[in-house]
């Protein structure tokens, strides 16, 4: 498999400081996590793990049947007091890098000059944090399974 590499973050400067949520997937297999949420005092939470190459291939694979690399990011809302957004992939001969505002709901994708683009970026982006966070739980579990 070629080398792959992504990272995402989401983030916004507000009531309780830098407020961020941020990963990236190299291309050796290792997966760094930051959650940084100074709700109620809480502190930064740091993981690295590594992932073996199915976990890149099918990463690749969630992002490559997306679509999202054919997307354009000028006619997304720009980033603003609300947070913002990035993503940056690097796969084969493709380099991409996307900046738009926090998307709240998915309302805020219909309202948008390229719902159709931003729609395909909101719905990988929940792909991904759904496969970073699987990764996450399984690999730092407490107890045992068994």
Wanted: contains cysteine; glycine residues 8%.
């Amino acid at each position: 498999m070629d080398e792959f590499y992504l990272r995402y973050y989401v983030g916004h400067r507000g009531r309780y400081g830098h407020e961020f949520l941020e990963f990236e997937f190299q291309p050796n297999g290792k997966l760094m996590y930051a959650n940084n949420s100074r709700y109620k005092n809480e502190t930064m939470i740091r993981k690295e793990a590594f992932v073996g190459p199915q976990v890149l291939k099918e990463l690749a694979r969630i992002v490559e049947t997306s679509g999202v690399m054919q997307e354009d990011d000028s006619n997304w809302p720009e980033p603003n007091d609300v947070g913002r957004q990035e993503l940056e992939v690097v796969w084969k001969d493709e380099h991409i890098s996307f900046t738009t505002a926090k998307i709240g709901a998915l309302l805020d994708v219909t309202g948008s000059k390229d719902p159709e683009g931003l729609r395909t970026f909101y719905y990988l982006v929940q792909d991904l944090k759904c496969l970073v966070f699987s990764l996450i739980t399984l690999h730092f579990k407490i107890k045992p399974l068994g």
